[in-house]
C-alpha cells in the first residue's frame, strides 16, 4: 500500500486518466462511424443496385486457353488463344452479356508464387479470344487467362498453360 501513496501515484493516475479520456473518445468516435458506414454502403450507386436486381445472380463462365505452339523463338509471336463459355447463352441479350469481357492473360512469379498480368484483351460472353505478344527472353512460362467478375459474369481462370521460350 506504501507504493500506491504518494506524488508519483498521483501523477500515474492523472496520465491514465487522460489516456483512458482520450482512449474512450477515439472508441466512441470509432462506433459512430462504423454506425454510419453500414447505411452508407447500402445505398450504393443506382449502377450497382439495378444491375443485382435486374439480373439476379451472376453467370458462371468457363475459360478455355491454349497456346498455339508450346515452344516458340525469343522475339517469336506467342498466340494464346481461347474461348469464354458462359452459362445460359439462349438469354444472353436479355440478360445483359452482349457487351465485351475483359480478360487477363497473367505469368506465374515463381519468386513470390503470385500471378502477375502481362496482357489484355477482351472476349464476348461465349465468343473466342486471341491474344498475341512477344517474350525477348529465354525461358519457361506458366501462363493462364483471367476474367475478372462483372456485374454480370461471375470471375473465370483457365487451366495453366506451360510455354517454353528458346
Not at 472508441?27 to 443485382?52: E, K, M, N, W, Y
Request: charged share 20%; glycine share 6%; with cysteine.
Amino acid at each position: 500500500m506504501a507504493i500506491l501513496s504518494g506524488p508519483l501515484w498521483t501523477m500515474n493516475h492523472t496520465l491514465i486518466s487522460h489516456a483512458g479520456r482520450a482512449f474512450a473518445a477515439l472508441a466512441i468516435s470509432c462506433a459512430l462511424v462504423a454506425g454510419f458506414a453500414p447505411a452508407a454502403s447500402a445505398i450504393g450507386s443506382p449502377d450497382q443496385t439495378s444491375s443485382v436486381a435486374v439480373h439476379g445472380k451472376k453467370k458462371k463462365a468457363k475459360l478455355q486457353a491454349e497456346a498455339e505452339k508450346k515452344e516458340i523463338k525469343a522475339g517469336e509471336k506467342a498466340k494464346i488463344k481461347g474461348r469464354m463459355d458462359v452459362e445460359d447463352a439462349a438469354n444472353a441479350r436479355t440478360d445483359g452479356l452482349e457487351s465485351v469481357e475483359p480478360i487477363i492473360l497473367q505469368k506465374l512469379d515463381i519468386r513470390t508464387n503470385t500471378w502477375v498480368n502481362i496482357a489484355d484483351g477482351g472476349c464476348k460472353p461465349n465468343g473466342k479470344y486471341k491474344i498475341e505478344l512477344t517474350f525477348t527472353l529465354r525461358a519457361t512460362l506458366t501462363l493462364r487467362v483471367y476474367h475478372p467478375a462483372s456485374a454480370t459474369i461471375d470471375l473465370a481462370v483457365s487451366a495453366n498453360i506451360l510455354l517454353k521460350i528458346l
